[in-house]
């Protein structure tokens, strides 16, 4: 049971362009979330999915798309990227939209 | 504007004294409250929550207080170890929502 994984766990980007992070899930849970941390700014939700095939935005989802094409899946897309995105970025996942379980983080550092 | 806030950005505090970590909030509406602890290179873990049908609840070592009136919450860790030194987070949800709200965390230092 490895719980949350994501990958890849470090990038650096140059500004424009694309990239997609994995998350994956093996607990079955129906909720899934992507979250950025930065310096000072606590956990801002980027986007989210209550279940397979649906996703919602969160506070901060400029510049994002996400897909949740398989339950254990929730993809976050960087179209074009900008140094403004550089953050560090956990996913979490959830039975019931309570206590969340998160994955280790992606350090992303755009140029 | 901060709908969750924790104004103390760090605190330290001696192995087996008490550690209060405090968080307000400014929209009524929220009704679920949780604490998460992250350690260094980690992701958050979950450690405690609370419903705003309750003032306290209680696991172990860790009590949250919810004072609804003034909108406050705290984490009370009792006795504190050096093992909790870390960031520790509240979040706030609004019934329905399924999304949370974190404050910006407060790292706590115990000193051995």
């Known amino acids: 049971n490895a719980g949350v994984t994501q990958t890849p766990k470090f990038r650096v980007l140059k500004t424009g362009q694309s990239m997609t992070l994995l998350c994956a899930q093996d607990?079955?849970?129906?909720?899934m979330y992507w979250y950025r941390q930065d310096p000072g700014m606590g956990l801002r939700l980027i986007h989210y999915?209550?279940?397979?095939?649906?996703?919602a935005k969160g506070e901060v989802p400029d510049g994002y798309n996400v897909s949740r094409l398989k339950k254990q899946n929730f993809l976050l897309g960087l179209e074009s990227a900008a140094p403004s995105q550089t953050s560090v970025y956990f996913c979490?996942?959830?039975?019931?939209?309570?206590?969340?379980?998160f994955g280790p983080g992606t350090r992303l550092t755009v140029t | 504007d901060q709908q969750v806030k924790q104004n103390s950005p760090s605190l330290s505090v001696q192995e087996g004294r008490i550690s209060i970590l405090n968080c307000d909030y400014t929209?009524?509406?929220?009704?679920?409250f949780l604490w998460y602890k992250k350690y260094p290179a980690e992701g958050p873990t979950f450690l405690i929550s609370?419903?705003?049908?309750?003032d306290k609840n209680e696991d172990g070592r860790f009590t949250v207080f919810l004072n609804k009136s003034a909108k406050h919450l705290s984490l009370h860790i009792v006795p504190s170890q050096p093992g909790d030194s870390a960031v520790y987070f509240c979040?706030?949800?609004?019934?329905?929502?399924?999304?949370?709200?974190f404050g910006t965390g407060t790292r706590l230092k115990v000193l051995a």
């Open positions: 979490a996942s959830s039975p019931q939209g309570v206590e969340q379980y």
């Open positions: 607990m079955n849970h129906e909720y």
């Open positions: 999915s209550v279940g397979e095939g649906t996703t």
């Open positions: 929209n009524s509406m929220f009704d679920y």
């Open positions: 609370i419903s705003s049908i309750k």
């Open positions: 979040a706030a949800s609004a019934e329905g929502t399924y999304k949370y709200i």
